[in-house]
Nanobody, 126 residues
Framework: QLQLVESGGGSVQAGGSLRLSCAASDYGGSNACMAWFRQALGKGREGVAAYRRDGVTTYPDSVKGRFTISKDSAKNILILQMNDLKPEDTGTYYC????????????????????WGQGTQVTVSS
């Protein structure tokens, strides 16, 4: 069974950068897309970046131009590069996988994802 393990979280000041990694036990099989989500204290889980099997990516307006999702296929690692971080980016960041049949138009919503990592904390101070 696919397992996802995130790393790279930490504490930075506003304007700083962090690089998150998601190591997968197996990126083969029916992976329609992979994504990063975050959850702030007391709030729901929101998508911040999604990567479709063919390399197409999507981001919400709140992080567009600051976050970049990519995949190192040789190492089975999904990466989220986060630049110009803001205090509102604080939260627990999760890596997730959606299987074949997932609607790409809903790629930034959590409902289509059936495998999740344990999360890594990102804290941005002002």
């Amino acid at each position: 069974q696919l397992q996802l393990v995130e790393s790279g979280g930490g504490s930075v000041q506003a304007g700083g950068s962090l690089r998150l990694s998601c190591a997968a036990s197996d990126y083969g099989g029916s992976n329609a897309c992979m994504a990063w989500f975050r959850q702030a204290l007391g709030k729901g889980r929101e998508g911040v970046a999604a990567y479709r099997r063919d390399g197409v990516t999507t981001y919400p307006d709140s992080v567009k131009g600051r976050f970049t999702i990519s995949k190192d296929s040789a190492k089975n690692i999904l990466i989220l590069q986060m630049n110009d971080l803001k205090p509102e980016d604080t939260g627990t960041y999760y890596c997730a996988r959606a299987p074949d049949g997932t609607d790409w138009r809903a790629a930034l919503g959590p409902s289509g994802y059936n495998v999740w990592g344990q999360g890594t904390q990102v804290t941005v101070s002002s």
